[in-house]
């Protein structure tokens, strides 16, 4: 079956510019993640959904960063004024539900979409 | 400062040798998980461990917990080179997303 897809697959964009990054999750998935991974650096939670509610948006790192979910399906994560620092690889994850500690269910992720700011 | 450590960063060895990859914090988590990432791909699933000393074994891969549920190690039996890539812990100490962090990686390299 279809698994989590992502775009674009690469972005190249200049500073101060804004950019939109999709997720499709797997089909009937309500839970979905964001991530961002760094070179060296382990992946960094962003944000996750529940249907279509972020009831946690804390690890966003800057108010230039925002996320919205639409119909319980493909969600959409917008970098305003990108700056050099927000360069990495860009990971999405879905699950059947939300995962609790201790959950030995799995969240499958993308490829990602890896963020190139100039 | 990583909430999870990971050790060591890179390693290199040959088709056959065993090797051991370690995952350690100063916190304590409820469940850990190991995952496989390879390049240009999302990381995977490889096994959650909930129990402080379980120990679980997939194939030639075997993960232990620890007792005190702040660190757990990765060994590998007789590398083959389809076990390259980027090995991730991650420790989930509540609902994920809220306490659900991940270590830098063991980035593995096994050569024929």
């Known amino acids: 079956g279809a698994g989590v897809s992502q775009s674009p697959s690469n972005k190249v964009t200049e500073k101060g510019k804004d950019v939109e990054l999709r997720c499709d999750p797997i089909?009937?998935?309500?839970?979905l993640y964001w991530y961002r991974q760094s070179l060296g650096q382990g992946l960094e939670f962003l944000i996750y959904f529940q249907g279509n509610s972020a009831p946690d948006k804390s690890g966003l790192p800057s108010d230039r960063f925002s996320a919205e979910r639409t119909g319980g399906s493909v969600s959409t994560l917008t970098i305003q004024r990108t700056q050099q620092e927000d360069s990495a690889v860009y990971l999405c994850?879905?699950?059947?539900?939300?995962?609790?500690?201790?959950?030995?269910?799995?969240?499958?992720f993308g490829p990602g979409t890896r963020l190139t700011v100039l | 400062t990583q909430l999870l450590e990971q050790s060591p960063q890179f390693l290199s060895i040959q088709e056959g040798e065993n090797l051991t990859v370690y995952c350690n914090s100063s916190s304590v988590f409820s469940s850990l998980q190991w995952y496989r990432q390879e390049p240009g791909e999302g990381p995977v699933l490889l096994v959650t461990?909930?129990?402080?000393?379980e120990v679980k074994k997939l194939k030639r891969l075997t993960f232990q917990f620890g007792d005190a549920r702040k660190d757990s190690s990765l060994h590998i039996t007789a590398a083959q080179p389809g076990d390259t890539g980027l090995y991730l812990c991650a420790g989930v100490r509540g609902l994920y997303g809220q306490n659900f962090v991940f270590g830098p990686g063991t980035r593995l390299s096994v050569l024929p």
């Open positions: 994850a879905s699950s059947r539900s939300i995962l609790l500690a201790g959950d030995t269910d799995t969240q499958y």
């Open positions: 461990v909930v129990t402080g000393g």
């Open positions: 089909s009937g998935h309500t839970a």
